[in-house]
């Protein structure tokens, strides 16, 4: 049960994948990676998606069942919604607009290998739906967004370097995104907070994909 149908491959990505699991299996030599939860973190449009979808074919190719969970699936408003409420009000930006608390009892649930009913964003309806997760049929977990990293249940934190600003012209080319002044000052706020997380990072993806180091 993974999201992987229909996603594109990128040999560009499938190879940074390849070297960002290396680096995983390098960090968990004496353990096995069945069990695992690895999070991946960084700024808008920095390639956390298509890093989680990218490892996640790694690691099935190697015989383990992978689910990726998304953020963006708990956000406590949808995301036109989430941007008017922002537009209000700039101090609501951060972790607080995201249902951390159930990310962390679905990754507990994970662990347990229960069955869950976990939100899913419908980007064009600006509505969640709903979807059910049996984790006893998945082998590892990962979990990507902006502040996962802030999750005390992760095995493994790999953190993405790339900035908002490193990312601008990748993000105008996504039609999910929001594109005025108004988005640049969220990202200023957002970057002062998500930064701070490399500091959590096991493993640091640089800005270009080339190479994933142990930190």
Do not use: C, W
């Amino acid at each position: 049960m993974t999201e992987l149908a229909g996603q594109t491959a990128s040999p560009e990505y499938d190879a940074a994948a390849e070297r960002l699991l290396a680096s995983v299996e390098s960090l968990r030599a004496d353990r096995p990676l069945v069990g695992t939860v690895i999070g991946i973190a960084g700024e808008s449009g920095s390639g956390k998606t298509v890093t989680a979808l990218s490892l996640a074919r790694a690691i099935e190719r190697r015989g383990p069942r992978v689910l990726v969970l998304h953020q963006d699936d708990y956000f406590l408003r949808p995301p036109a919604t989430n941007h008017e409420h922002r537009r209000g009000d700039l101090t609501s930006v951060g972790p607080q607009e995201v249902r951390m608390p159930l990310l962390a009892e679905h990754i507990a649930a994970f662990r347990a290998r229960r069955q869950v009913v976990a939100p899913r964003v419908d980007y064009p309806g600006n509505r969640f739906l709903t979807r059910q997760l049996d984790f006893s049929a998945i082998d590892v977990l990962l979990v990507e967004g902006t502040y996962v990293l802030l999750l005390p249940q992760l095995d493994v934190r790999v953190f993405l370097e790339a900035t908002h600003e490193d990312t601008r012209a990748r993000r105008l080319t996504r039609a999910r995104d929001i594109h005025e002044p108004f988005v640049d000052e969220v990202l200023r706020i957002e970057h002062a907070i998500i930064a701070t997380q490399a500091g959590r990072a096991d493993i640091v993806i640089d800005r270009e994909f080339r190479s994933a180091r142990r930190v």
